[in-house]
């Protein structure tokens, strides 16, 4: 092949390089069709480690409270919360409060089984 051969082919790869990289890359999208209106994704959260709580109250309308804010009523199934010191709280009108401080460990359930709660004016 001569000089001219080969300078023609090298300047045609270079061109047909040239037009792939423009089709495929960010410029290929004209400014008019991209799409500004949403925000950029947020990064991801960080991961919490986390345990697992069980309670179930008798009478089973009683509101279930972790660290303050409603968990639910009459039970809490294998609810993710955070690791350390939490305080759980059951409470139903015509019934004494129960409150405890639990320790919770990353993947570990604490398993608070069934709280009864007494009626105001029962003894201990």
Known sequence: MGVAATAAVVV??????????????????????????????????????????????TPPDAEILIDGQRAGVGSVIDRPVPVGRRRIQARAPGFAAYDTIVDVAAGALVNLRRVVLRARGEGP
């Open 12 to 57: 045609l790869a270079a061109t047909a390089l040239a037009v792939t990289r423009r089709e495929t890359g960010p410029a290929a999208v004209p400014d008019a069709a991209r799409d500004t209106s949403r925000p950029a994704p947020s990064p991801p959260l960080p991961l919490v480690a986390s345990g697992r709580l069980r309670v179930l109250t």
